[in-house]
Structures are given as structure tokens and as C-alpha cells.
């Protein structure tokens, strides 16, 4: 059994350009829906497992397999046809699962197998068929789960089989789903509104797992929404706190979270306690007319802007996605979301153009009203709309380019870095998955790229000046930082040109 994970087509999300400032480091994270199937498969079978967000597969692994499995989103939708073809050319039976074609199978006619939906009865049938016979089928077999396996009796994901080093964080998962209905979201679609959750126990066997296969750093908990399912989250953190405290914390964590996270002081110091240094919320807009446009009222609550510096006051760097192009955004959106973003001190904004997902409510109704125009390939940086807006189109996509060129221009980037910093406490201590030496290498390949070769090197040691200056004791995370915002200033070139 091979299992192939393709690569991603560069987004802000992928954060590749930000790599070659690093030492070794290739890829964001593991996926963990492979390493959970590998895991799940037959203990007699032999597994093998490639990223090609690190190296691609070979002839000779092709060859050596007698299955392919491969797993992906709908950005990743290219790659996923290629890792095909190359399977089919030796004649190999490729079976494939994942978020893309649970959502839309009907685009993957080629595939000798299609597992739709999460791990369960389906799988369990695919492992029984492929045990009696590894040749290709005459015709598409497709499998749909119709009774999920529980969180809690999935298996510890296979981290022994993934090139650990070359990640830039580490995953695992605690729970699936998430309450809310966002209109233009598909994780309700495909995973459900009713979060499910992995035991305690569990959750510290896979923790001891990940840092047994030599892991240190940042963890993603890779949740849809980590506080989706509050009782059972509250009931984790202390068993999270006492385990990180007895391992040495070798670990802190990021994970992804709806904004009333701000509203539980006792759950936000749970976190900050556990190591939790990052989150990401689903902020999406400032106007409340296009928030309750696209059924996002869980943000229309609170205060926003509040929110989110609370969240910060625990010591937790907020990420963020934004998204411009719903009907009810003012003419002067743009400005808005410049606004909003520069004043919340988020570094990592991440922008994107509404886009249609297939099956989700906004496809839906869009279909409805007759405005959808293609299937989206999955990339919402890509200056791409996939129905017909509200807005002019052209107006929309050259106002949503101004957004990127503004934040990630390097004096704006820096700036909002330099502010996030400041919301940090001073005993903010991270655990590096690196040693002295390979932060060292990082450090001058940083100053070599924004110091000296970039145009705008004026800019990075003003900032790296200021944060020796005022935040010495963040000095490394002002440097990922740093590295980040290159990254953003890439892709915005590539995008905005």
C-alpha cells in the first residue's frame, strides 16, 4: 500500500516560499487523514507513505505497490490526476478518499476506487475487497459511509512513516464537525453539525505518539472548531496541562476556533496554561449585514475587534481568514478590511474572494438563482470568482488586490507584526523543534534574504532592530514572522501582477 499525498498549488495557506528561510524544512504539516488510513489498514500489509509537498513519487514506488491510496481537497485537485496517471501507467489500482471527493465524486471518473465520507463501514469494505484482489476493477467501484467509525476508535495515526524533520509543525485531532452553518463552508456538509470528539486518553496516546517519532514544536490541532464541542474541550485541558507538564512541555499548540472563544475567560487560561500560542478564527468581515447574509451569526455577538484582543491578552497570536465578495458588502469593503485588520494586529490575515464550494448552501442557492459559472478549483487567493457577483467583477477583484498589496506590503506587515508582538506576555516561552546550530543557519539565511538581497531590506531591520529592542525575549517568533510575511509578499505578486 503507497500512500501519495500531492502537492498543494501555492496559496497563502501553503506557506512554501517561507521554507527556503528555514533548514530543512519542506512541507507545512502532516496529513492526517493518510497516516490514520495507513494506520487502519491490515497489519499484514506493507505500507509505505509520500508527501509530495517534499518529494514526489517515484517510478520504482509506484512499481513496488500493488495499491495506491491518495487523499486531497479540491485545490489539490490537479495533482491528484497526476498521481493517477502515473499509477495507471503501471497498471496500479489507486483508490481514492479525502474532503475533495467526498464532496463532489462525480469529478473523479477515473479512479478504480472512490471512498466518500469519513472512515467507517465504507472503509472497512474497501480493506475487505482489496484483500481478496489488488487488480484494477472494470468499472468504478464507489463506497459511501454510511455509519462513521467513532472519533474514539480511530487509530493512533502512523507518525513512524512521515518525514517528521521536514514539517514545519506537527498535527493531530481531537474532534469532527463543527455547530455553525456558514453558508458558504462545506465542512458541515461533509462532516456534520454535530462535533465529535476523541477521549482524553486517547488524545495523550497520540501526543506521546507524535513526540516518541522525535517531534518538538508546534502542534496544529487540525479541528474544524477546536471549541465546538465545549463540555468535552473543558474536560481535556486539565489532563492536557498535566501531561505537557510531565513530558517537559515538548509542545505548543495552534488550532482553529469560532471567535465566542472569547467569551470563556476559564477556557482561554486552560489554554494558555496547555501551551496554546496560536489560533485562527473565521473573523470573515467586519459588516454584520454580509455576516448574517452568509449565516455567520455566532460573529455578530461580540465585538470583533475585542474578541479578538482578548484572545491576544492570553498570550495567543491570532490568525484569521477574511473574505470579500458577498452581496451585502458596502462599496467601501476594501477599506473596511484594511481597517479591521491593521487595527486587530494580526499578521497572518488571510484574504480570499468568496467562492462557491460545491454542495454547500451557498452553491446551492446560487445554483438556484442562476448564477454560478464553474466549479471552483478550491484556491480563493487565485483572483478567481466562480458565480457572477453582486458587485462588478472587476471592480471586486481589483479592490480585493488592493487588500493583499496594502497588509502585505512589508512597512504594513512589519507594523502589525510589531503590535501582535507587543499583546504577548513576557514569559511567553515556545519549545523549538530545531537545535542551536539549525536556528543559527535559519537566522542567516533570513538576513541574507530580507536583509541584504531583498528591495525592501530597509524595512525588515528597522523591524528586527525594534523587536531586539522591545520584545528580545520573542526574537525567534519574530523572525517566523518575518518569514511569513515574505512568503504572503510572494504569493500577493504572483496573484496581483
Request: aromatic share 12%.
Amino acid at each position: 500500500m503507497l500512500c501519495v499525498f500531492p502537492r498543494y498549488a501555492p496559496s497563502f495557506g501553503s506557506f512554501e516560499f517561507s521554507y527556503p528561510l528555514t533548514d530543512g524544512v519542506r512541507a507545512f504539516m502532516p496529513p492526517q487523514g493518510l497516516l490514520v488510513i495507513a494506520a487502519a489498514a491490515p497489519r499484514t500489509w506493507q505500507i509505505r507513505f509520500i508527501d509530495e509537498n517534499i518529494d514526489p513519487a517515484t517510478a520504482e514506488d509506484f512499481a513496488w505497490a500493488d495499491v495506491v491510496f491518495v487523499s486531497g481537497m479540491h485545490v489539490q485537485r490537479p495533482q491528484m490526476q497526476d498521481i493517477l496517471r502515473r499509477a495507471h501507467a503501471l497498471d496500479r489500482t489507486v483508490v481514492l478518499g479525502g474532503s475533495s471527493v467526498s464532496a463532489c465524486p462525480e469529478h473523479y471518473p477515473d479512479f478504480d476506487y472512490l471512498h466518500v465520507g469519513e472512515m467507517g463501514d465504507a472503509t472497512d469494505e474497501l480493506f475487505k475487497r482489496l484483500e481478496r484482489d489488488v487488480t484494477r476493477p472494470e468499472r468504478q467501484v464507489v463506497l459511501t459511509t454510511r455509519e462513521r467509525r467513532a472519533l474514539t476508535e480511530f487509530p493512533v495515526p502512523a507518525y513512524e512513516l512521515a518525514q517528521l524533520s521536514r514539517y514545519f509543525i506537527g498535527s493531530i485531532q481531537f474532534s469532527s464537525g463543527c455547530p455553525y452553518q456558514c453558508e458558504f463552508c462545506d465542512i458541515i456538509e461533509i462532516y456534520g453539525r454535530v462535533p465529535r470528539t476523541k477521549s482524553n486518553e486517547q488524545m495523550l496516546a497520540e501526543l506521546d505518539a507524535l513526540k516518541d517519532a522525535g517531534w518538538r514544536g508546534m502542534v496544529f490541532i487540525v479541528d474544524d472548531n477546536f471549541i465546538g464541542n465545549k463540555k468535552n474541550v473543558r474536560l481535556f485541558m486539565p489532563d492536557l496541562i498535566d501531561w505537557s507538564t510531565k513530558s517537559g512541555n515538548p509542545f505548543s499548540y495552534i488550532t482553529e476556533a469560532s471567535v465566542n472563544l472569547a467569551e470563556d475567560d476559564t477556557l482561554l487560561q486552560q489554554m494558555e496554561d496547555a501551551g496554546f500560542r496560536r489560533v485562527f478564527l473565521g473573523i470573515e468581515t467586519p459588516v454584520e449585514d454580509s455576516l448574517k447574509e452568509a449565516q455567520k451569526g455566532q460573529n455578530t455577538r461580540r465585538d470583533l475587534l475585542e474578541s479578538v484582543h482578548k484572545i491576544q491578552s492570553y498570550g495567543m497570536e491570532v490568525m484569521a481568514g477574511f473574505i470579500v465578495g458577498f452581496d451585502s458588502d458596502p462599496e467601501d469593503i476594501f477599506e473596511l478590511q484594511m481597517k479591521f485588520i491593521r487595527e486587530s494586529a494580526i499578521p497572518l490575515a488571510m484574504v480570499g474572494l468568496l467562492t462557491a464550494l460545491p454542495d454547500t448552501q451557498l452553491w446551492r442557492r446560487l445554483e438556484k438563482e442562476g448564477r454560478l459559472l464553474e466549479v471552483s478549483s478550491g484556491n480563493n487567493t487565485d483572483c478567481s470568482i466562480n458565480f457572477v457577483p453582486k458587485m462588478d467583477t472587476t471592480r471586486l477583484v481589483e479592490g480585493y488586490k488592493s487588500i493583499l498589496r496594502n497588509i502585505y506590503g512589508p512597512r504594513e506587515y512589519y507594523q502589525r507584526a510589531l503590535d501582535c508582538l507587543s499583546r504577548f506576555h513576557q514569559n511567553r516561552i515556545e519549545p523549538r523543534k530545531t537545535s542551536l546550530l539549525e536556528d543559527l543557519k535559519a537566522f542567516f539565511k533570513i538576513v541574507m534574504t530580507l536583509g541584504i538581497r531583498d528591495s525592501e531590506r530597509a524595512a525588515f531591520w528597522n523591524y528586527l532592530y525594534r523587536v531586539i529592542r522591545f520584545y528580545p525575549r520573542d526574537f525567534a517568533h519574530g523572525l517566523t514572522l518575518a518569514a511569513m510575511g515574505y512568503h504572503f509578499r510572494q504569493i500577493t505578486e504572483k496573484y496581483c501582477d
